[in-house]
């Protein structure tokens, strides 16, 4: 890293600092992603009401959950 | 961080792939290990599915679940070898695709850099769609269709997190948004503009 202050004295946040972030990052992309994706997904099998909340919940934690871990690995190795 | 963003083109594919396989390959091992634990197969109880079962994982979970309590500390050991076989099978499959997305991915970035000659998240959505339909050329062209609008709207959104994120984080913590953003994404995207702006010249 060539910078290890910030323009306003900040030191650099810690490698699990970053990976936190990418954790969040990755879960916030996943979950919208997880969002659209399921939406379209559960309507196609023929969810309505109710069900279809629940159907797209379960693939919005899914996705948020695997994009997070993924994105937080790639903090991760990178630090 | 700020080094690699500033890769110069065509090294960034390089690294882009291998920091995929990488990527891919933890992330699947962390995965297949879980994964593999669970629907292993087990001496005492019957078989709850194989290790390369894709299904729901509500389904097989249950079975997992019963299977579970009736297995033996034999049992344990045995879930771990699944566990292992699953992750020695699985996980470099996984970072092999990793690679070849992220690898696809910067190669089409660097063109589009060369041709439009400036970086903007512009064109990091449209290699992903592009790389999307390219990965799924073989499918024909309605599966290459998804599989560009996957590819793209799953850009757009990182890209759009990466800007939020940006444009959040430099009014509280000027450091925040050099290592907010997925690597794969960070060369495309664009500058931030105040305080980053002479940021980069400190290195």
Not at chain 2, 153 to 180: D, H, V, W, Y
Request: glycine share 18%.
């Amino acid at each position: 890293m060539p910078v290890a202050v910030g323009p306003y004295g900040q030191s650099q946040p810690s490698c699990f600092d970053r990976v936190k972030m990418g954790f969040v990052m990755g879960c916030a992309v996943g979950m919208a992603a997880g969002a659209l994706f399921g939406t379209f997904s559960c309507l196609r099998i023929g969810m309505r009401g109710r069900e279809l909340m629940g159907g797209i919940g379960k693939t919005m934690m899914q996705s948020g959950g695997t994009f997070g871990t993924f994105m937080a690995i790639g903090m991760g190795i990178r630090c | 961080m700020e080094e690699y963003a500033r890769e110069p083109c065509p090294w960034r594919i390089v690294d882009d792939c291998g920091g995929a396989f990488t990527m891919g390959t933890i992330g699947g091992g962390v995965f297949q290990a879980i994964k593999g634990f669970r629907n292993s197969p087990v001496v005492s109880g019957r078989p709850v599915g194989l290790l390369r079962s894709r299904g729901p994982v509500a389904g097989g979970g249950d079975g997992a679940g019963d299977t579970f309590l009736l297995a033996s500390s034999q049992g344990v050991s045995h879930r771990l070898r699944g566990s292992l076989t699953a992750v020695k099978t699985r996980a470099p499959q996984l970072g092999g695709s990793f690679a070849v997305w992220g690898g696809l991915f910067s190669m089409i970035d660097c063109s589009l850099v060369q041709v439009r000659g400036k970086e903007d998240p512009w064109n990091s959505i449209t290699s992903g769609a592009l790389t999307g339909a390219v990965l799924a050329a073989r499918n024909g062209p309605v599966a290459m269709v998804g599989s560009a609008a996957m590819g793209g709207i799953l850009l757009a959104l990182i890209e759009g997190a990466g800007i939020l994120l940006t444009r959040f984080a430099s009014a509280q913590f000027p450091n925040g948004p050099q290592f907010a953003e997925d690597p794969s994404q960070l060369p495309a995207a664009p500058l931030p503009p105040s305080p980053f702006g002479d940021y980069r010249q400190y290195q």
